[in-house]
């Protein structure tokens, strides 16, 4: 079946399609578009942008298909902006359980992220049920790291390896968690992706993740740490139910910050060049 079906009866050969398209996938013939399977990466402009509706993906859900209404769809610039800046990494959480119908509406900005060539191949695990196993695995990972100096690199070794071993010690004898900071979940996006633009797919969705989130009243904080687990012990990797031939891209922990801030805070100047 081909990616994208075109209605002629109801195509008007206006062309916008073809112009639209970026592998040069539609053409017109007979006053008509016509879609090339071969070329078509399934990206959807043909879809939106056609003004009689005369396209379809018949392998996705026509019903998530949203027309565009500049009342439910646009931004005020500078609140975005001040929303942004507003943003904090959060470390102090409620004891409170994330929605499950909100956790589906941050996986929901994740899957509609873009993605290189709209190879949509991010994967999201959400950590709940095996948390706290997952946390003791991890921060014992990460203090055998801190006792091997062949674990990674010099550079990196010394400047985390104290860190890790106080970790430890800290869960282990003040049961204080500086890894996960007793977030109620934590979400990892994974990829299969092996073009080589993994580390970017996943980096967007994730920054549209936090956005979501945050608009629903959540905060996140990025776990770096957990990856360098993640990648020194492969028993984590079966623990979160990661397939083999899925790379580790990023995770963040998520729920409902038990801290409010007042106020945004300085940043250096940006470093810019006109060229």
């Excluded at 398209?21 to 939106?48: P, T, W």
């Excluded at 100096?149 to 500086?178: F, G």
């Excluded at 770096?224 to 993640?230: C, D, H, P, S």
């Excluded at 984590?236 to 409902?256: A, P, Q, W």
Aim: proline fraction near 3%; include cysteine.
């Amino acid at each position: 079946m081909a990616q994208v079906m075109i209605n002629k009866e109801i195509c008007t050969g206006c062309g916008l399609c073809v112009k639209d398209c970026s592998r040069n996938a539609i053409v017109l013939l007979n006053g008509k578009a016509e879609a090339d399977s071969e070329l078509c990466n399934e990206c959807g402009h043909c879809l939106a942008i056609c003004p009689f509706g005369s396209v379809s993906m018949p392998l996705y859900d026509a019903d998530e298909i949203i027309k565009f209404d500049e009342e439910k769809m646009s931004i005020e610039p500078d609140k975005l902006l001040n929303f942004l800046k507003f943003r904090r990494s959060i470390r102090q959480f409620k004891d409170k359980d994330i929605e499950p119908e909100t956790l589906n509406k941050i996986i929901e900005a994740g899957r509609y992220s873009p993605t290189a060539s709209n190879r949509q191949m991010n994967r999201f695990i959400i950590i709940r049920g095996k948390l706290n196993e997952v946390r003791d695995v991890a921060i014992k990972t990460l203090y055998d790291m801190g006792n091997d100096p062949s674990c990674i690199d010099k550079a990196s070794w010394s400047l985390y390896h104290k860190a890790w071993i106080k970790m430890y010690e800290d869960y282990k004898e003040k049961n204080v968690d500086r890894l996960f900071f007793n977030a109620p979940a934590v979400i990892a996006i994974v990829s299969e992706e092996k073009a080589g633009f993994a580390d970017v797919n996943g980096g967007i969705a994730a920054s549209r993740m936090e956005l979501e989130a945050n608009s629903l009243g959540l905060g996140v904080c990025y776990i770096g740490f957990f990856k360098r687990a993640i990648t020194y012990n492969k028993k984590l990797r079966e623990l979160i139910g990661m397939k083999e031939n899925e790379e580790f891209i990023l995770c963040f922990v998520l729920g409902y910050p038990n801290v409010k801030y007042q106020r945004t805070v300085n940043r250096k100047p940006a470093v810019v060049r006109y060229i």
